[in-house]
């Protein structure tokens, strides 16, 4: 027989405890894609270029050494946290009702043994194992003659669901479909008894929509703030401008945190409401969801293209320290914070860009402090869910649970110094020359600082559950006091 047989073979079956005998055809399974909502090649890859992006280089020579070579040399790097990841809930329902009875599972997969192996311990609930090995790539014909070997040629089930699937489900009793792929399904009705079909798989674009993190746009929405502070709303280029810069901004951000989201697979499942994102719960394709990226990535770039040769820059500047970001910055304490609150900055300076003005110091010192704030209480708000789970550090990210009255200090001052930012920029000539009621912006400052304050009092009533951002653009009272100052900037000017 070809391929890996790691544990039992055949086994004499015992009636279940209702005294009803089990079922004596054994049940073979496939992993990846049926039992498991995802692959686990594709996320032994991504975490082994999480781990070291030189990875991606070194995994050359394995990929010329064969399939079943490249899968082991992975397996043998790679670790699979088998309790954290993506089932489908309802097939691996049915398949522990059906050990429970007594019959016979084995797992049958094309992944390599090692990792095959840590979900069947995990599971407890198969047999035997088939799998790859370092010389042979269990799939298709290889895999139905495994089968076939280890069910002494005598009748079995098989679940599956892919193409490759086809060629093991006319040899079976019956089929049993799990997230088959498209076209799957009705090809497998032609060539076999299909028994049973589970899919709980989100249809349509919706899931990818999620993954893309289109609410987080409203964060690009920073792009347009120089429009309104150097009074060009009334110009129709430089509206067009700063919207094409929006999305071009959009574009980019959600190509980021597609990668983000591909290189944190095993960090977000083990996070409360991370491990709810599409990837994480193998609701999205990993390998659509990496052309996706790539997709929006080129789109984001030429559009940038299109507006201006420094606005391109600053987007690249961008993805560049995002990139960073994920890799590495994250990790360094407080680093990480000034790395956020200069990426929200340079949505801003790009926005000027894009319409051509420049930036004044006043509005980047006062975007510095601010997002340096909401940095700051994010880890607060990080740090205060590690608290509640029972952790002692913030998992990726450096920080421990002592450090949050260091961050609650700093943060407090920072957002105390946009208020006091603002003040001053009030009191410059600038000012008298180009508003009309200046002294009207004085209003802003107590709404500002009662802002501030609010925010971190929510933080400190364990009641800021998202990021910061996101947090205010839905809030009720951080609503009104944005119109309200949006009220008094308008009768200002």
Known sequence: MQGTVIGSHIQEHRPSAEGVPP??????VDLDGTLLK?????????????????????????????????????????????????????????????????????????????????????????????ASDA?????????????????????????????????????????????????????????????????????????????????QWLKNLLVLVPLLTAHAWFDVASVFEALAAFFAFCFCASSAYLVNDLLDLAADRRHPRKRERPLAAGDVSLVRSFALALVLFAAGLALAAALDLTFLLLVSVYLCL???????LKKIV????????????LRVAAGAAAIGVLVSFWLLAFCLFLFSSLALLKRCSELDSAVTRGTTVLQGRGYQVGDAAILRTMGLTSGLMVVLVLALFIDTPEVAVNYARPQLLWLICPLMLYWVGYLWLKNERHEMVDDPLIFSLSDPVTRTLVALMAILFLAAV
């Open 334 to 345: 407080l680093l990480d914070v000034l790395v956020l609150a200069g990426l929200y900055t």
């Open 38 to 130: 995802s692959d686990l090649l594709i996320e032994s890859i991504l975490q082994l270029i999480r781990h070291d992006p030189w990875n991606l280089f070194r995994v050359v020579p394995w990929v010329l050494g064969g399939k079943a070579h490249f899968k082991d040399q992975v397996a043998r790097r790679a670790e699979v946290d088998a309790g954290s990841l993506p089932y489908q809930a309802e097939f691996l329902k049915y398949l522990r009702s059906e050990a429970a009875g007594g019959r016979r599972l084995v797992l049958a997969t094309a992944a390599n043994s090692k990792p095959a192996q840590v979900v069947a311990d995990h599971l407890g609930i198969f047999e035997s194992v088939l």
């Open 135 to 215: 010389t042979t790539n269990l799939v298709g014909r290889r895999k139905r003659e495994a089968v076939t070997d280890a069910s002494n040629g005598r009748a079995f089930d098989y679940a599956g669901n892919s193409v490759a699937d086809l060629e093991i489900w006319p040899q079976a009793r019956r089929s049993v479909l799990v997230n088959p792929d498209r076209g799957v399904e009705s090809a497998a009705q032609k060539v076999a008894s299909v028994e049973q079909v589970f899919d709980d798989r989100s249809m349509g674009v919706l899931p990818y929509l999620k993954a893309m993190r289109v609410h």
């Open 23 to 28: 079922d004596p055809t054994p049940l073979f």
């Open 322 to 328: 995002t990139t960073l970001y994920s890799f590495y």
